[in-house]
Each structure stands twice: as structure tokens, then as C-alpha cells.
């Protein structure tokens, strides 16, 4: 068994799409970044990459590649899933928490957790997503940008 961490933090704008977990949210502002900026799916690929003893997202996906413009990060997913079953290790679960101030997120819960298990191959009930404000504390709290974080466990297969 090999367990894996993953956080991530995006700055909140206007005139940006919000992208959680591939799902496009309803919202005055969006993340930026290099890519669509998808703060869950970020935390999700450094969690497996650090499970798989990979190194983290910016190493694979560097954020001063011209080919990562606007990708989008179920693509970063994809991949990363790709690289673990190459070297024989299935996910047992993954767990993770968004730290949002707002929008609320459980309506989205349901359809980010199938689109992530769908991309990976596989079964929903092995992804677990949280969603949590900070209670309007800090930079969260202000609305200037969302956090995610995640936990992930691997196992080896033959
Ligand atoms: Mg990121």
C-alpha cells in the first residue's frame, strides 16, 4: 500500500470559468492559471503522484509549457492514471476536501466524483468529495481564491 497527498490553491477572478473536478460551476468568478486551473483535479494528480513516489504535477505538466495553455486538467488526470498503471498500482481510494467560501458545492458533488472515476476507470464509491468554507477567515474566507486537498491510497497489483 502507498498513500499520497495532494494540495493545491488557485486565485479567484472574474472573467474566468470555474472548473472543479471537470465540472464547469456557476459562478461570478473563476480560478486562473496556466490551465483551466481546476484546483480539485490538481490536488488529485499530486496526491497520486506522491502515492506513486512520481514527483508532483509541475514536474510533468510544467505551467511554462505553451502545450498545457488552457488544458483541460481531466486531460493532467488522464495521464497521471496512465502513468500509475504502468507501474502496476491501482487506487484503492481517494479522499478529498475543497476549501471554498462559496459557491456551494454538494449539488456538484455527485457529478464530480463520477467524471474523476471515469477518467481513472474507476468505481465512483472508491472517490469521496468534501467541501468546507473556512468560516469567512483568510484569503478562502475573503473569496480571493479556493483550495483543495487530497488523500489518496494505491496498491500494488500484480
Ligand atoms: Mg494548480
Given amino acids: 500500500m502507498r498513500v499520497g497527498l495532494g494540495y493545491d490553491v488557485h486565485r479567484l477572478v472574474v472573467g474566468r470559468k470555474l472548473v472543479l473536478g471537470g465540472e464547469t460551476i456557476p459562478f461570478e468568478k473563476g480560478l486562473l492559471g496556466h490551465s483551466d486551473a481546476d484546483v480539485l483535479t490538481h490536488a488529485v494528480c499530486d496526491a497520486l503522484l506522491g502515492a506513486a513516489g512520481l514527483g508532483d504535477i509541475g514536474q510533468h505538466f510544467p505551467d511554462t509549457d505553451p502545450a498545457y495553455k488552457d488544458i483541460c486538467s481531466l486531460?493532467?488526470?488522464?495521464?497521471?492514471?496512465?502513468?500509475?498503471?504502468?507501474?502496476n498500482l491501482a487506487i484503492v481510494n481517494l479522499d478529498v476536501t475543497v476549501f471554498a467560501q462559496a459557491p456551494?458545492?454538494?449539488?456538484?458533488?455527485?457529478?464530480?466524483?463520477?467524471?474523476?472515476?471515469?477518467?481513472?476507470?474507476?468505481?465512483?464509491?472508491?472517490?469521496?468529495?468534501?467541501?468546507?468554507?473556512?468560516?469567512?477567515?483568510?484569503?478562502i474566507g475573503a473569496g480571493d481564491g479556493i483550495a483543495a486537498m487530497c488523500v489518496t491510497l494505491l496498491r500494488e497489483v500484480a
Avoid: H, S, Y
Fill in 104 to 139: 456551494k458545492l454538494a449539488p456538484f458533488r455527485g457529478a464530480i466524483c463520477r467524471r474523476l472515476a471515469g477518467v481513472l476507470g474507476v468505481a465512483a464509491d472508491r472517490i469521496n468529495i468534501k467541501a468546507t468554507t473556512t468560516e469567512g477567515l483568510g484569503m
Fill in 75 to 87: 486531460e493532467l488526470l488522464d495521464r497521471t492514471g496512465r502513468m500509475l498503471g504502468q507501474r
